[in-house]
């Protein structure tokens, strides 16, 4: 049969321990969840303020729900297009400090289209090798000459530069990596992107609304600036959906020929609705200053039992070495309370296996120790 190698693919990802099944859990993204009946503390989730279940960001959803419908009923360019676009963009705009933004329909499609729309063949992008799979996938789309430096290794970037005689070029990566919790250093980057001519290109997804003096990300934490700004309204800002920031010319040039944006039908109005309200929660409320408070007390916690903490961020990955002790790990952790799902190849390098811990501005100090409680007894039981 035509399909019959499907089933000997699937049965060698279960030899290596990689098989991946759907989590089922029976309740909002809240410090507390119930899976199977069982209360857990959630430990995993990017719902990093806690504002999926804020009243306001409800109360909005609610409302665009009522005067617009649940969905857009195309794209942008031919049927979808109402004003709650444009207001979320002008917001997204003066909440980055930028000339103007656009909203695509998730991140994923954000950076394949973004990468995809300015870069071609003839072109040099330098990506990250820890660089999230959607910007991977935009390079490769691109079919621009793509070079993988170190991870986070500015030397690295500028020996690739020095020799490039490429007319376009393109820094990418990721502000705050999803995996490890640590911080691009984008001052080194940004000021080879000048020396070099190069443009400069930052995923912001897991650093939006969290870092910063104003909670803008990764260039309010360092305050400077890039060319492009990416990011989703996905993860601290509770909704979904993807953004770039920009230049009214760069914004401009992408309406017009990122095909993710062009071909894909607009964001639902409820998710464009709760995001904006989000953003306003963000800048009138500081809820980001809770987070870091519980980040502080949990990372006191893991460097008090012995282990060594690398993140500078509310991403704390618990390293597990190899699949199958990661995945047990993990679940012998569900057993004692604390949802948290262990992350293993393709996701991180082999034998880097790790379950992906990640702190809430609404988790309890309770929900802390009580996590850190669980954590103690998986360190033992597993030589963590």
């Known amino acids: 049969m035509k399909l019959d190698w499907l089933k000997e693919e699937l049965t060698g990802i279960k030899n290596k321990g990689l098989y991946r099944r759907f989590s089922i859990i029976e309740s909002a993204q809240t410090p ?9 503390i959630l430990l995993s989730s990017n719902n990093y303020l806690g504002l999926t279940t804020h009243p306001e960001v409800k109360k909005a959803a609610i409302k665009a729900v009522e005067d617009y419908g649940s969905g857009a009923g195309g794209s942008r ?18 909440f980055k400090d930028t000339e103007d933004a656009l909203v695509f329909s998730t991140g994923y499609m954000a950076n394949i289209g973004i990468i995809s729309a300015i870069m071609n063949i003839g072109d040099l992008i330098l990506s990250d090798e820890l660089n999230h799979a959607s910007i991977i996938d935009g390079c490769r789309l691109s079919r621009a000459d793509v070079k993988i430096y170190t ?21 990418v990566t990721d502000g705050v990596f999803s995996m490890d919790g640590d911080i691009a250093p984008l001052p080194e980057i940004v000021e080879l992107g000048e020396k070099y001519d190069a443009m400069v290109m930052v995923d912001d997804a ?6 910063g003096k104003h909670c803008r990300g990764t260039c309010d934490y360092f305050n400077i600036e890039v060319d492009i700004n990416m990011g989703t309204l996905s993860k601290a800002l509770a909704s979904m959906g993807g953004y770039a920031a920009g230049n009214e010319e760069l914004i401009d040039f992408l ?27 963000v800048e009138k409320e500081n809820p980001a200053k809770k987070l870091w408070q519980n980040v502080a007390v949990y990372k006191k916690g893991l460097t008090d039992m012995g282990m060594v903490i690398n993140s500078q961020t509310q991403i704390i990955p618990i390293m597990t070495g190899e699949a199958r002790t990661t995945m047990e790990a993990a679940a012998e952790l569900e057993r004692l309370g604390v949802f948290a799902q262990g992350i293993r190849p393709p996701t991180v390098p082999e034998g880097k296996g790790r379950i992906r811990t990640s702190l809430m501005a609404t988790h309890s100090g309770q929900d802390i120790m009580d996590a850190l409680d669980a954590i103690m007894v998986i360190k033992e039981k597993f030589n963590l």
Request: hydrophobic share 40%; proline share 4%.
């Open 32 to 40: 507390r969840i119930i899976r199977g009946g069982k209360e857990l």
């Open 77 to 94: 360019l031919t049927t979808g297009n109402i004003g709650l676009y444009e207001s979320l963009e002008e917001r997204i705009a003066r």
């Open 151 to 171: 991870h986070g290794d500015a030397s690295c970037i500028e020996k690739i530069l020095r020799t490039s005689k490429h007319r376009k070029k393109l820094i």
């Open 206 to 211: 897991h650093a939006t609304g969290v870092l």
């Open 255 to 281: 309406s017009n020929r990122a095909r993710s944006f062009i071909y894909s039908t607009a964001l639902p109005p409820p998710a464009i609705a709760a995001a904006k309200a989000a953003i306003d929660i």
